[in-house]
């Protein structure tokens, strides 16, 4: 029998979660439009269905153009706005571990990738659904949307934080005759100078009592 565990996987599974703190299914026109001086304290994943809206930071400008997904991250400060509207699915997220460590800061500027408006829309309709599969459906299809979009930025590495470095163990099956034979060479070994000055100690209680 081999076995093999891997630390790092269940430490992952356990301990990492994607938190989405707001959420929305937004159609907007020129309303749509903020100025920031602080960063928000979460990212944001954007899924744009139509419209012309775009965001600006650190002077340059990203549209968001329909048929995509966009990751914010957090700790980015930016403008958004558009020339007439917004059509979007939206949510305002957190990828954190125990200790409450955001991974998405170490991100230092917006991600993108493809999502055809059919797979938008097949998200929208999981995230107006009452029903408890769809949901769950949802944030693993979030989780695997959101692993994509990080890919866009290689240099950047997802480091453990706060939890141990990966582990993979190999076991093989005990022995028993081998445990047994080393119970018993445990059992004849000789007294060393400690157990023997306890024992004369237990001894001597024993007289005096």
Same mark, same amino acid.
């Given at each position: 029998m081999l076995l093999k565990n891997n630390? /790092?996987?269940?430490?992952? @599974?356990n301990n990492i979660s994607l938190e989405i703190l707001i959420s929305g299914? %937004?159609?907007?026109?020129? +309303?749509?439009?903020?100025?920031r001086s602080l960063p928000p304290h979460y990212s944001k994943l954007y899924f744009i269905l139509g419209g012309d809206a775009y965001i600006i930071s650190g002077g340059k400008r990203t549209d968001l153009r329909p048929g995509?997904?966009? &990751? @914010?991250? =957090?700790?980015l400060i930016y403008d958004n706005g558009c020339? *007439?509207? @917004?059509?979007? /699915?939206?949510?305002?997220?957190? $990828?954190?571990?125990?200790s409450g460590y955001d991974f998405l800061t170490e991100y230092p500027y917006p991600l993108e990738c493809p999502c055809p408006a059919e797979k938008t829309l097949e998200l929208? #309709?999981?995230? &107006?659904?009452?029903? %408890? #599969?769809? *949901? &769950? *459906? $949802?944030? =693993? +299809? &979030?989780?695997? @949307? $959101?692993l994509n979009l990080l890919s866009g930025a290689p240099e950047v590495k997802l480091l453990i934080r706060g939890v141990k470095s990966p582990r993979i163990h190999s076991r093989k099956p005990v022995d028993n005759h081998d445990d047994r034979r080393r119970l018993q060479s445990h059992l004849r070994r000789p007294l060393d100078a400690q157990e023997k000055i306890l024992g004369r100690g237990r001894n001597a209680d024993r007289h005096i009592h």
């Open positions: 630390d /790092l996987c269940t430490d992952a @599974i299914y %937004l159609i907007a026109g020129t +309303e749509w439009y903020k100025t995509h997904a966009y &990751l @914010i991250p =957090s700790d020339a *007439s509207g @917004i059509h979007f /699915l939206y949510f305002n997220i957190r $990828l954190v571990n125990s929208v #309709s999981k995230y &107006l659904s009452p029903d %408890l #599969s769809d *949901s &769950l *459906s $949802l944030k =693993s +299809e &979030l989780m695997r @949307i $959101l």
